[in-house]
Protein backbone atom coordinates (compact mmCIF):
# COMPACT_ATOMS: atom_id res chain seq x y z
CA UNK A 1 0.00 0.00 0.00
CA UNK A 2 1.48 3.13 -1.10
CA UNK A 3 0.74 6.32 1.82
CA UNK A 4 1.50 9.79 0.80
CA UNK A 5 4.94 11.29 1.69
CA UNK A 6 3.59 13.19 4.99
CA UNK A 7 3.18 10.18 6.62
CA UNK A 8 6.67 9.12 6.43
CA UNK A 9 7.70 7.43 9.92
CA UNK A 10 4.33 7.28 11.15
CA UNK A 11 3.05 4.19 10.63
CA UNK A 12 4.46 1.13 11.74
CA UNK A 13 4.04 -1.98 10.14
CA UNK A 14 3.15 -5.49 11.93
CA UNK A 15 3.14 -3.83 15.34
CA UNK A 16 2.17 -6.55 18.17
CA UNK A 17 -1.14 -5.15 20.14
CA UNK A 18 -0.03 -6.50 23.37
CA UNK A 19 2.62 -3.36 23.59
CA UNK A 20 -1.24 -1.46 23.56
CA UNK A 21 -3.46 -3.23 25.84
CA UNK A 22 -3.41 -3.85 29.61
CA UNK A 23 -4.88 -7.42 28.81
CA UNK A 24 -1.15 -7.71 27.25
CA UNK A 25 -2.07 -9.77 24.86
CA UNK A 26 -3.31 -9.44 21.24
CA UNK A 27 -1.57 -10.16 17.51
CA UNK A 28 -0.42 -7.84 15.22
CA UNK A 29 -2.17 -5.12 13.26
CA UNK A 30 -1.12 -4.95 9.59
CA UNK A 31 -0.49 -1.22 10.31
CA UNK A 32 -0.22 0.95 13.42
CA UNK A 33 -0.21 4.73 12.74
CA UNK A 34 0.83 7.82 15.42
CA UNK A 35 -0.69 11.10 13.57
CA UNK A 36 1.03 13.92 14.19
CA UNK A 37 -1.65 16.40 13.74
CA UNK A 38 -5.38 16.96 12.77
CA UNK A 39 -4.19 17.16 9.63
CA UNK A 40 -1.93 13.98 9.05
CA UNK A 41 -5.30 12.03 10.97
CA UNK A 42 -7.69 13.03 8.09
CA UNK A 43 -4.81 11.87 5.38
CA UNK A 44 -4.54 8.64 6.82
CA UNK A 45 -8.73 8.38 7.49
CA UNK A 46 -9.11 9.39 3.74
CA UNK A 47 -6.10 7.14 2.50
CA UNK A 48 -6.85 3.86 4.15
CA UNK A 49 -10.81 4.87 3.46
CA UNK A 50 -9.70 5.05 -0.34
CA UNK A 51 -7.81 1.79 0.16
CA UNK A 52 -11.11 0.08 1.93
CA UNK A 53 -8.61 -0.16 4.56
CA UNK A 54 -10.81 -0.82 8.02
CA UNK A 55 -9.70 1.56 10.93
CA UNK A 56 -9.52 1.26 14.31
CA UNK A 57 -8.79 3.85 17.04
CA UNK A 58 -6.92 2.91 20.32
CA UNK A 59 -6.52 4.61 23.51
CA UNK A 60 -4.67 3.52 26.36
CA UNK A 61 -6.49 -0.12 25.54
CA UNK A 62 -7.99 -0.46 28.90
CA UNK A 63 -11.00 -1.95 27.52
CA UNK A 64 -9.71 -4.12 24.35
CA UNK A 65 -9.26 -7.55 23.49
CA UNK A 66 -6.93 -7.54 20.34
CA UNK A 67 -7.59 -11.30 19.01
CA UNK A 68 -4.21 -13.07 18.49
CA UNK A 69 -4.90 -13.42 14.51
CA UNK A 70 -6.30 -9.87 13.70
CA UNK A 71 -7.82 -9.17 10.34
CA UNK A 72 -6.01 -6.63 8.35
CA UNK A 73 -6.58 -2.79 9.86
CA UNK A 74 -4.88 0.02 10.32
CA UNK A 75 -4.97 1.23 14.30
CA UNK A 76 -4.35 4.73 15.26
CA UNK A 77 -3.08 6.03 18.31
CA UNK A 78 -3.26 9.66 19.02
CA UNK A 79 0.00 10.71 21.07
CA UNK A 80 1.00 14.23 19.47
CA UNK A 81 0.78 17.14 21.22
CA UNK A 82 -2.27 18.48 19.95
CA UNK A 83 -3.67 15.54 21.10
CA UNK A 84 -2.75 16.23 24.32
CA UNK A 85 -3.49 19.71 25.49
CA UNK A 86 -5.07 20.73 28.28
CA UNK A 87 -6.50 24.31 29.03
CA UNK A 88 -8.73 26.18 31.71
CA UNK A 89 -11.36 28.61 31.19
CA UNK A 90 -13.19 29.03 34.38
CA UNK A 91 -14.77 25.73 35.34
CA UNK A 92 -14.33 24.26 31.87
CA UNK A 93 -11.14 22.10 31.03
CA UNK A 94 -10.38 21.71 27.20
CA UNK A 95 -8.83 18.46 26.97
CA UNK A 96 -7.29 16.60 24.43
CA UNK A 97 -8.45 13.42 23.65
CA UNK A 98 -4.73 11.41 24.58
CA UNK A 99 -4.60 12.64 27.53
CA UNK A 100 -4.14 10.16 30.46
CA UNK A 101 -7.10 10.37 32.88
CA UNK A 102 -5.29 10.28 36.23
CA UNK A 103 -3.58 13.21 34.64
CA UNK A 104 -6.59 15.15 33.94
CA UNK A 105 -7.51 14.49 37.83
CA UNK A 106 -4.07 15.25 38.99
CA UNK A 107 -3.97 19.17 36.93
CA UNK A 108 -7.58 19.60 37.86
CA UNK A 109 -7.22 18.82 41.74
CA UNK A 110 -3.77 21.45 41.89
CA UNK A 111 -6.26 23.98 39.89
CA UNK A 112 -8.99 23.18 42.62
CA UNK A 113 -11.45 22.19 40.51
CA UNK A 114 -13.67 19.08 41.20
CA UNK A 115 -15.92 16.75 40.13
CA UNK A 116 -13.96 13.80 38.31
CA UNK A 117 -12.43 12.08 41.39
CA UNK A 118 -14.92 9.20 40.96
CA UNK A 119 -13.18 8.07 38.21
CA UNK A 120 -9.93 7.72 40.15
CA UNK A 121 -8.07 4.41 39.00
CA UNK A 122 -9.44 3.87 35.29
CA UNK A 123 -6.66 4.06 33.54
CA UNK A 124 -8.20 5.32 30.19
CA UNK A 125 -7.15 8.39 28.12
CA UNK A 126 -9.96 11.06 27.99
CA UNK A 127 -10.92 9.71 24.18
CA UNK A 128 -11.84 6.18 25.53
CA UNK A 129 -13.27 7.59 28.56
CA UNK A 130 -15.67 9.66 26.45
CA UNK A 131 -16.41 6.34 24.14
CA UNK A 132 -17.40 4.28 26.83
CA UNK A 133 -18.76 6.59 28.89
CA UNK A 134 -16.71 5.10 32.08
CA UNK A 135 -18.23 5.23 35.63
CA UNK A 136 -17.30 3.97 38.55
CA UNK A 137 -19.90 4.00 42.07
CA UNK A 138 -22.63 4.71 40.32
CA UNK A 139 -21.56 7.60 38.24
CA UNK A 140 -20.33 8.18 34.66
CA UNK A 141 -18.01 10.72 33.17
CA UNK A 142 -20.87 11.91 30.47
CA UNK A 143 -22.66 14.05 33.63
CA UNK A 144 -19.24 16.09 33.25
CA UNK A 145 -19.28 16.70 29.67
CA UNK A 146 -20.43 19.55 27.84
CA UNK A 147 -18.93 19.16 24.31
CA UNK A 148 -16.90 17.60 22.16
CA UNK A 149 -14.65 18.19 19.36
CA UNK A 150 -14.59 14.90 17.06
CA UNK A 151 -13.63 14.32 13.13
CA UNK A 152 -15.74 11.45 11.75
CA UNK A 153 -14.53 8.84 8.81
CA UNK A 154 -14.90 11.16 6.27
CA UNK A 155 -11.69 13.78 7.69
CA UNK A 156 -14.08 16.13 8.44
CA UNK A 157 -14.43 18.00 11.76
CA UNK A 158 -17.97 18.14 14.40
CA UNK A 159 -18.52 19.82 17.68
CA UNK A 160 -21.25 17.68 19.36
CA UNK A 161 -23.03 18.57 22.68
CA UNK A 162 -23.81 16.33 25.32
CA UNK A 163 -27.17 16.03 24.04
CA UNK A 164 -25.94 14.86 20.74
CA UNK A 165 -23.31 12.50 22.04
CA UNK A 166 -26.39 10.01 22.99
CA UNK A 167 -24.44 8.77 26.58
CA UNK A 168 -25.26 5.26 27.43
CA UNK A 169 -24.49 3.06 30.41
CA UNK A 170 -20.63 1.95 29.07
CA UNK A 171 -21.02 3.57 25.54
CA UNK A 172 -21.78 6.39 23.83
CA UNK A 173 -22.85 7.80 19.54
CA UNK A 174 -19.00 8.99 19.80
CA UNK A 175 -17.75 5.72 18.37
CA UNK A 176 -19.00 6.04 15.05
CA UNK A 177 -16.25 9.28 15.18
CA UNK A 178 -12.76 9.73 16.29
CA UNK A 179 -12.81 12.19 19.11
CA UNK A 180 -9.93 15.23 19.35
CA UNK A 181 -11.04 17.02 22.57
CA UNK A 182 -13.56 17.49 24.98
CA UNK A 183 -14.78 20.70 27.26
CA UNK A 184 -15.53 19.13 31.07
CA UNK A 185 -17.73 21.11 32.91
CA UNK A 186 -16.43 21.12 36.89
CA UNK A 187 -16.89 22.83 40.60
CA UNK A 188 -14.44 24.71 42.64
CA UNK A 189 -13.59 22.74 45.51
CA UNK A 190 -10.84 22.60 48.18
CA UNK A 191 -7.46 21.11 46.74
CA UNK A 192 -7.91 19.09 49.86
CA UNK A 193 -11.06 17.67 49.79
CA UNK A 194 -10.24 16.71 46.06
CA UNK A 195 -7.60 14.97 47.37
CA UNK A 196 -9.21 13.29 50.31
CA UNK A 197 -11.93 11.65 47.87
CA UNK A 198 -9.03 10.50 45.46
CA UNK A 199 -7.31 8.80 47.85
CA UNK A 200 -11.07 7.38 49.20
CA UNK A 201 -11.28 6.27 46.01
CA UNK A 202 -8.23 4.38 45.24
CA UNK A 203 -8.56 3.21 48.83
CA UNK A 204 -11.72 1.41 47.73
CA UNK A 205 -10.63 -0.37 44.25
CA UNK A 206 -7.46 -1.67 45.99
CA UNK A 207 -9.11 -3.23 48.61
CA UNK A 208 -12.20 -5.11 45.68
CA UNK A 209 -10.21 -5.26 42.68
CA UNK A 210 -6.94 -7.14 41.79
CA UNK A 211 -4.56 -4.37 40.33
CA UNK A 212 -1.67 -6.70 40.52
CA UNK A 213 -2.73 -8.96 37.19
CA UNK A 214 -3.37 -7.34 33.85
CA UNK A 215 -6.63 -7.09 32.92
CA UNK A 216 -9.17 -5.02 31.31
CA UNK A 217 -11.21 -3.96 34.50
CA UNK A 218 -15.04 -5.27 34.54
CA UNK A 219 -15.24 -7.89 31.29
CA UNK A 220 -19.19 -8.15 31.66
CA UNK A 221 -21.82 -5.30 31.35
CA UNK A 222 -23.45 -4.87 34.69
CA UNK A 223 -27.16 -6.50 33.87
CA UNK A 224 -30.15 -4.71 35.30
CA UNK A 225 -30.84 -6.34 38.82
CA UNK A 226 -27.93 -8.19 39.95
CA UNK A 227 -24.05 -7.03 39.66
CA UNK A 228 -22.27 -8.99 36.66
CA UNK A 229 -19.50 -10.24 39.30
CA UNK A 230 -21.57 -11.26 42.12
CA UNK A 231 -23.50 -13.59 39.22
CA UNK A 232 -20.14 -14.96 38.35
CA UNK A 233 -19.42 -15.38 42.08
CA UNK A 234 -22.82 -17.19 42.71
CA UNK A 235 -21.55 -19.80 40.14
CA UNK A 236 -18.72 -20.80 41.72
CA UNK A 237 -16.01 -19.34 38.64
CA UNK A 238 -13.34 -17.57 40.88
CA UNK A 239 -10.20 -18.26 40.23
CA UNK A 240 -11.50 -20.75 37.33
CA UNK A 241 -8.45 -20.80 34.50
CA UNK A 242 -8.16 -21.25 30.79
CA UNK A 243 -4.55 -20.91 29.43
CA UNK A 244 -2.90 -18.11 31.25
CA UNK A 245 -6.24 -16.51 31.98
CA UNK A 246 -8.22 -16.90 35.14
CA UNK A 247 -11.32 -15.53 37.13
CA UNK A 248 -9.72 -13.08 39.97
CA UNK A 249 -10.25 -14.22 43.20
CA UNK A 250 -10.94 -10.56 44.66
CA UNK A 251 -13.35 -9.69 41.83
CA UNK A 252 -14.96 -12.35 39.76
CA UNK A 253 -16.02 -9.86 36.83
CA UNK A 254 -12.30 -9.32 36.48
CA UNK A 255 -10.32 -11.70 34.03
CA UNK A 256 -7.14 -11.68 34.49
CA UNK A 257 -3.66 -12.58 32.54
CA UNK A 258 -1.98 -14.98 35.14
CA UNK A 259 0.44 -16.29 33.44
CA UNK A 260 1.53 -15.24 29.62
CA UNK A 261 -2.49 -15.58 28.63
CA UNK A 262 -3.41 -15.90 24.75
CA UNK A 263 -6.34 -13.72 23.65
CA UNK A 264 -8.25 -16.86 22.65
CA UNK A 265 -7.37 -18.05 26.23
CA UNK A 266 -9.20 -14.89 27.38
CA UNK A 267 -12.22 -15.54 25.44
CA UNK A 268 -12.37 -19.09 25.92
CA UNK A 269 -13.10 -17.92 29.71
CA UNK A 270 -15.44 -15.65 28.57
CA UNK A 271 -17.36 -18.03 26.87
CA UNK A 272 -17.55 -20.39 29.79
CA UNK A 273 -18.68 -18.00 31.86
CA UNK A 274 -21.47 -16.57 29.81
CA UNK A 275 -22.80 -20.34 29.24
CA UNK A 276 -22.46 -21.42 33.11
CA UNK A 277 -24.20 -17.99 34.08
CA UNK A 278 -26.86 -18.10 31.71
CA UNK A 279 -27.31 -22.11 32.62
CA UNK A 280 -27.33 -21.25 36.21
CA UNK A 281 -29.31 -18.18 36.68
CA UNK A 282 -31.21 -17.51 33.01
CA UNK A 283 -29.14 -13.93 32.73
CA UNK A 284 -27.18 -13.50 29.47
CA UNK A 285 -24.60 -11.88 30.05
CA UNK A 286 -22.65 -9.08 27.73
CA UNK A 287 -19.26 -8.16 27.14
CA UNK A 288 -18.11 -4.51 28.38
CA UNK A 289 -15.01 -4.69 26.77
CA UNK A 290 -14.54 -4.36 23.24
CA UNK A 291 -13.12 -7.72 21.01
CA UNK A 292 -11.46 -6.58 18.17
CA UNK A 293 -11.51 -9.74 15.49
C1 LIG B 1 -7.72 -1.99 36.26
C2 LIG B 1 -8.85 -1.43 35.43
C3 LIG B 1 -9.93 -0.82 36.06
C4 LIG B 1 -10.98 -0.31 35.30
N1 LIG B 1 -12.01 0.30 35.95
C5 LIG B 1 -13.02 0.85 35.24
C6 LIG B 1 -14.10 1.52 35.89
O1 LIG B 1 -14.15 1.63 37.11
N2 LIG B 1 -15.08 2.05 35.13
C7 LIG B 1 -15.06 1.97 33.77
O2 LIG B 1 -15.97 2.49 33.12
N3 LIG B 1 -14.05 1.33 33.12
C8 LIG B 1 -13.04 0.77 33.81
N4 LIG B 1 -12.03 0.12 33.17
C9 LIG B 1 -12.09 -0.07 31.70
C10 LIG B 1 -11.45 1.06 30.86
O3 LIG B 1 -10.43 1.72 31.59
C11 LIG B 1 -12.49 2.06 30.36
O4 LIG B 1 -13.43 1.45 29.52
C12 LIG B 1 -11.84 3.24 29.60
O5 LIG B 1 -12.84 4.18 29.34
C13 LIG B 1 -11.16 2.83 28.30
O6 LIG B 1 -10.34 3.91 27.89
P1 LIG B 1 -9.09 3.68 26.93
O7 LIG B 1 -8.48 4.99 26.63
O8 LIG B 1 -8.21 2.65 27.49
O9 LIG B 1 -9.83 3.14 25.64
P2 LIG B 1 -9.44 1.85 24.79
O10 LIG B 1 -9.55 0.65 25.64
O11 LIG B 1 -8.18 2.08 24.06
O12 LIG B 1 -10.66 1.86 23.75
C14 LIG B 1 -11.98 1.61 24.19
C15 LIG B 1 -12.93 1.95 23.03
O13 LIG B 1 -12.86 3.36 22.78
C16 LIG B 1 -12.43 3.60 21.43
N5 LIG B 1 -11.58 4.78 21.47
C17 LIG B 1 -10.52 5.03 22.29
N6 LIG B 1 -10.04 6.28 22.07
C18 LIG B 1 -10.80 6.82 21.09
C19 LIG B 1 -10.83 8.07 20.42
N7 LIG B 1 -9.96 9.06 20.70
N8 LIG B 1 -11.77 8.27 19.45
C20 LIG B 1 -12.66 7.30 19.15
N9 LIG B 1 -12.69 6.09 19.72
C21 LIG B 1 -11.77 5.87 20.69
C22 LIG B 1 -11.73 2.34 20.99
O14 LIG B 1 -11.78 2.20 19.59
C23 LIG B 1 -12.54 1.27 21.71
O15 LIG B 1 -13.72 0.99 21.00
C24 LIG B 1 -10.96 -0.41 33.89
C25 LIG B 1 -9.87 -1.02 33.26
C26 LIG B 1 -8.82 -1.52 34.02
C27 LIG B 1 -7.66 -2.18 33.31
Known amino acids: ?44 VCTAKKNKLPIRIIGAGSNILAADRLKRSMVIKLSAPEFTG ?32 FLSGIPATVGGALV ?29 SRRAINFSYRGSGLSRYIVLEC ?28 LSNPSAGCIFKNPKDYPAGMLIEACGLKGLAF ?32 REVKKKTGIQLEPEIKIWD
Not at 250 to 273: C, Q, V, W, Y
Open 183 to 210: ILMLNRKSRKSIKDKIRGYLLRRRKTQD
Open 86 to 117: IAFRGNRVYVGAAVALPRVLKICCDKGLGGLE
Open 243 to 274: GGAAVSQTHANFIINKNKASSSDIIKLMGFIR
Open 132 to 160: MNAGAWGRNISNLVERAKVMDYNGKIRHL
Open 1 to 44: MNWPKELNNKIKKTESLSKYTTFRSGGKAAFFAFPGSAGQLKLL
